[in-house]
């Protein structure tokens, strides 16, 4: 909470909704260096990031929870559908930011290039009827993987909308581009134990392989998983106090 948010402006709080938390990014829109501003306030609150803000709803970093994924693609060598549940992502909180492009002419729009070192994550999956080259995909488990070497660049915008006489940022279209440079995976199979034992070995005799092959897929839900993030930061923090006219 901000320093003069005591007393009455928690009072007012319970009235008309959320204020951005103490030491959230709070940029001016005519300043020249916005984008420095905001890398720096992203900085700062790094800490309340990867912990999350249950005040105004941000979820925490690390670790990152996405409770469910229901994937279902058809591409070249790959027929997917699986369901994805308990996914819990670490080491996303140690992003670094390597370039950040915001337009506020007349419109909300960012372009931002991420790279996340490593990432842990353990997954339950429900995979039926799918095949990814030569090899047939059935089961049901847990997975688990370190990724390392991810790189983000991500393009979106938003628009304003009305809530409670208030106006508030929505994610609109966000679109990324995602490279990961290593993968190794383990999975405990409770249906095909066997084959998934192939598929482990498949896949980490030649990570970058099978990535190559579910890469759209792993953009589009990286860019769905991003979107839904920042629908919780916008929809919590009135658009004047996320930026200042
Ligand atoms: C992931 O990394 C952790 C920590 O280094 C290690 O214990 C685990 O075995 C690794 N998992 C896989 C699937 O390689
Ligand atoms: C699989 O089960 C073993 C034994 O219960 C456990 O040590 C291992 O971490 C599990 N691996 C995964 C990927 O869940």
Same mark, same amino acid.
């Given at each position: ?79 997917? @559908?699986?369901?994805? *549940? ?12 390597? =370039? $950040? +492009? #915001? /337009? ?54 938003? @628009?304003?909308?009305? *809530? ?12 990324? =581009? $995602? +490279? #990961? /440079? ?64």
């Amino acid at each position: 909470m901000r320093v003069f948010c005591s007393f009455v402006l928690v009072c007012v709080i319970g009235v008309q909704g959320k204020v951005a938390p103490d030491g959230f990014p709070a940029c001016k829109r005519t300043d020249p260096q916005i984008e420095k501003c905001f890398l720096d306030g992203i900085e700062n609150i790094r800490p309340q990031l990867q912990a999350g803000i249950p005040e105004v709803n941000i979820p925490s970093l690390e670790p990152f929870l996405v409770p469910t994924l229901k994937l279902d693609r058809t591409a070249p060598n790959l027929r997917l @559908k699986a369901v994805l *549940k308990n996914m819990v992502a670490r080491g996303g909180g140690n992003f670094r930011i390597d =370039r $950040l +492009k #915001i /337009n506020l002419n007349n419109k909300y729009a960012a372009e931002v290039k991420l790279f996340i070192p490593r990432l842990a994550v353990t997954v339950d999956y429900d995979v039926k009827g799918s095949r990814l080259l030569v090899l047939d995909i059935d089961g049901k488990g847990q997975l688990r993987g370190n990724f390392t070497g991810i790189q983000v660049v991500a393009k979106g915008s938003a @628009k304003v909308i009305e *809530k409670d006489g208030e106006s508030y940022l929505q994610a609109d279209k966000i679109a990324t =581009r $995602l +490279k #990961i /440079n290593h993968g190794q995976i383990d999975i405990n199979d409770t249906e095909r134990p066997y084959a998934a034992n192939s598929a482990v070995a498949f896949f980490n005799s030649s990570p970058n392989v099978v990535l190559d092959i579910l890469n759209p897929l792993i953009e589009d839900t990286g860019a769905a998983i991003m979107k839904a993030f920042l629908n919780k930061i916008f929809g919590s923090i009135p658009l004047k106090e996320l930026i200042l006219d």
